[in-house]
């Protein structure tokens, strides 16, 4: 029986014998085989206790690749208390729209929720929202391998997606491309629909946001996530 379990089942007979029957978090079982044979953890926790026993410098380096190092230190405890309140009283399936003028705070919040979700076992994808145009403008190009699909994808897939900086391509006031509202409602419309939580940030209000895009995105923003306007010193003043 033991041979037929494989390798990976034994080092977790042997190392884990303190996991719990059923996973406390979701109460589900994994989709992995060989921990469904042993116990009950589902995706996120067992990749949550794996991330527990990695080195720090080895954690660290991770956080550093997923988020702008400039911001790999930020904590939630850093946050404002309010905010870690708005953060706590998320459901699931709900993801946060930071908004507020350039400096206030809203990238270094976000890192901190990337770490926070990092540490707790999630697949996290984070891409300026310029940046995704950039690059499904960029399977247009004759000789691309590329298709849209291929780029929006990993985006709808991921547990948290992260956008930074919505609707800075054009001024307060103007109005998006058909090519950009397009991109951004399949994302938005797709993920609300599989209950995936996205995570904004934008210097600009749902209203604004409403008007640079079109009211259908106003109303996915409003569905999707808790909008808490970011006001104050920003942490780039408190870094300089």
């Keep these: 029986m033991e041979e037929k379990i494989g390798n990976l089942t034994k080092q977790v007979l042997s190392e884990r014998q303190s996991m719990p029957d059923m996973c406390d978090n979701c109460h589900k079982r994994p989709k992995h085989r060989e921990y469904q044979q042993v116990k009950k ?9 794996e991330r527990s026993q990695w080195s720090e410098e080895k954690l660290e380096s991770s956080i550093v690749r997923l988020t702008d190092p400039l911001y790999a230190d930020a904590k939630l ?9 708005k953060i706590q009283q998320l459901p699931e399936d709900k ?37 995704l145009c950039l690059q499904v403008r ?7 391998t590329k298709g849209e699909i291929d ?9 948290k997606l992260f956008i930074e900086d919505v609707g800075t391509t054009v001024s307060i006031g103007q109005q998006e491309s058909d090519f950009s509202l397009r991109t951004f ?48 010193e920003g942490r780039r003043t408190k870094k300089s």
């Design 77 to 85: 405890q850093d946050l404002s208390d309010k905010l870690q309140e």
């Design 138 to 144: 960029d399977t247009f190009k004759a000789g691309s």
């Design 151 to 159: 780029v929006i994808n990993p985006l709808l897939a991921t547990d």
């Design 185 to 232: 409602l399949v994302i938005l419309d797709k993920r609300l629909r599989n209950c995936k939580p996205t995570f904004i940030t934008t210097n600009k209000n749902v209203e604004e946001l409403g008007k640079s895009f079109d009211p259908r995105i106003a109303s996915r923003l409003q569905q999707a996530c808790e909008i808490v306007h970011l006001t104050g």
């Design 41 to 49: 953890w589902c995706k996120v926790c067992i990749t949550k206790y």
């Design 95 to 131: 993801g946060l729209l930071l908004w507020g003028i350039t400096g206030v705070g809203k990238s270094y919040a976000m890192a901190a929720l990337m770490r926070h979700f990092f540490v707790e076992g999630f697949d996290i994808v984070q891409v300026s929202y310029e940046m």
